[in-house]
């Protein structure tokens, strides 16, 4: 279980959906992070997709997770940085 780094903070909430996103990237590591995701994580919304369950639960999750981006997203903005241009209804568009 070697290269993964240990979750905090905000990135403890995340953690599942990184594991996963590692998982898609990196085939030769793709074991070592979805045995994590298994024994730390196995009632994430997002293992519970994978297993074909937990819909309400996944949904929750990303309309939380488009909230935090937008709000990142704003941060971004009122410190003078440039952001793409997406309003909160625009990513809350098709889903």
Sequence with gaps: MI???APRGLSLALYPLMLLAAAAIDWQ???TAMALLDALYA???YRL???GEGA???RLA???LRVLI???LRA???RGGVILEASEEELRRDR
């Design 3 to 5: 290269g993964f780094p």
């Design 70 to 72: 937008v709000a990142g």
């Design 43 to 45: 009632e994430s919304p």
């Design 29 to 31: 590591r793709a074991d």
């Design 56 to 58: 309400e639960e996944f």
């Design 76 to 78: 971004v903005e009122g």
């Design 62 to 64: 990303e309309d939380s």
């Design 49 to 51: 997709a994978l297993a």
